[in-house]
């Protein structure tokens, strides 16, 4: 079966770090762009970061510029978003999203593949 799985969601206390995991199964992310997003109770669904495997090129929304680093491991076929520095608005869950396109398509909302998301809660 071809998904993305997503992991490492938790509880954290505001100024915390968690690092959350996006495992492609059944295909490669070779020449794919890779994407996270988050969705808070209430709130519209927002693209948070992403990179591009085939140049390493990444985006962040300005709200987690310098405390989020996304990164790939294609040895692992696995993305990685380190989240620093968290403040309880970064409590949400957590969506990873793919496409054989661009990050401008996954931050549109149009990936090929979605996963089921991981929550994360960050206290005050």
């Known amino acids: 079966e071809v998904q993305v799985v997503e992991s490492g969601g938790g509880l954290v206390q505001a100024g915390g770090s968690l690092r959350v995991s996006c495992a492609a199964s059944?295909?490669?992310?070779?020449?794919?762009?890779i994407g996270w997003f988050r969705q808070a109770p209430g709130k519209e669904r927002e693209g948070v970061s992403c990179?591009?495997?085939?140049?390493?090129?990444?985006y962040y929304i300005q709200s987690v510029k310098g405390r989020f680093t996304i990164s790939i491991d294609n040895d692992k076929n696995t993305v990685y978003l380190q989240m620093n520095n968290l403040e309880p608005e970064d409590t949400a869950v957590y969506y990873c999203?793919?496409?054989?396109?661009?990050?401008?398509?996954?931050?549109?909302?149009?990936?090929?593949?979605w996963g089921q998301g991981t929550q994360v809660t960050v206290s005050s």
């Open positions: 990179i591009n495997s085939r140049d390493g090129a990444t």
């Open positions: 059944g295909f490669t992310f070779d020449n794919y762009a």
């Open positions: 999203a793919a496409s054989h396109r661009t990050c401008g398509i996954v931050v549109g909302g149009r990936a090929d593949y």
